[in-house]
């Protein structure tokens, strides 16, 4: 039986100070439930939040790392950087990094790779753009990105990894792909990590669902067959994330 779990993706919002508050208000109310609860914060932040949330259940997690361990890499962050100061999650591969900065299947790959080496759960974020899903290649695509994603990695990691499927047409557009179109991604995600692992492997890697969840449609996608939890984006800087982790 997999845990549900809810990852909360702050992007790129949040001083420091205002995110010890919005941590602060969060967090008797998400910590302690059914669900798995991470906060995906900026980097600066993350050191404050982890303070914010230490004796919880709730988990930090960060939104980028590089795949080198160290060197004249301006303006990035290693994993080991992260893990030192109680870091456990780290998303990999987000469409807006995908988008903006460049980020291939191959350096989610990389970066999928030194997150697990370094003791990180990676969640690797999956989708299609509106064009893509028009032409009918979501599947193939999504079947693509998660194979490239996990080339080597063992069976034992991949069942603790995360993956999110997020079509890009709903992230942050208040448009969320219906529960069974999610669900459809979702079980092929499965079956993926199936042909490249075995049934067990499948049974126990967490697949989120990303793109306008709220607090009206996150039971219903949570309860797909094939849906583990949700990353929350816009409504995670809301009062409603708590009534997304808690379906
Ligand atoms: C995201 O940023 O991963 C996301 C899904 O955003 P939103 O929930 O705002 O669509």
């Not at 990590?193 to 607090?215: F, L, M, P, W």
């Amino acid at each position: 039986m997999r845990k549900t779990i809810v990852a909360g993706n702050w992007k790129m919002n949040k001083t420091p100070k205002e995110a010890v508050e919005l941590a602060n208000s969060l967090k008797d109310k998400v910590n302690g439930g059914a669900a798995d609860v991470v906060l995906c914060v900026p980097f600066v932040d993350l050191i404050p939040v982890l303070e914010a949330v230490k004796d919880t259940n709730i988990a930090v997690g960060a939104q980028n790392l590089h795949f080198e361990d160290s060197g004249a890499f301006t303006g990035e962050i290693s994993a080991k950087m992260l893990t030192e100061i109680g870091v456990k999650y780290v998303i990999i591969g987000h469409s807006e990094r995908r988008a903006y900065f460049a980020e291939t299947d191959e350096i989610v790959n990389k970066k999928t790779l030194k997150a697990i080496a370094a003791g990180l759960t990676p969640i690797i974020c999956v989708g299609e753009t509106l064009t893509q899903r028009e032409q009918g290649v979501t599947i193939e695509l999504v079947r693509l990105q998660t194979k490239i994603a996990l080339q080597g990695v063992s069976g034992g990691a991949a069942k603790s990894a995360v993956i999110a499927y997020e079509p890009i047409w709903a992230i942050g557009t208040g448009k969320t792909a219906t529960n069974q179109e999610a669900q459809d991604v979702c079980a092929a995600i499965r079956q993926v990590v199936k042909e490249i692992y075995d049934a067990a492997t499948a049974e126990a890697i967490r697949i989120q669902y990303g793109g306008s969840v709220n607090a009206g449609n996150a039971k219903d996608l949570f309860a797909m067959a094939d849906i583990d939890g949700g990353l929350v984006g816009g409504a995670s800087l809301k009062a409603e994330f708590e009534q997304i982790v808690n379906f």
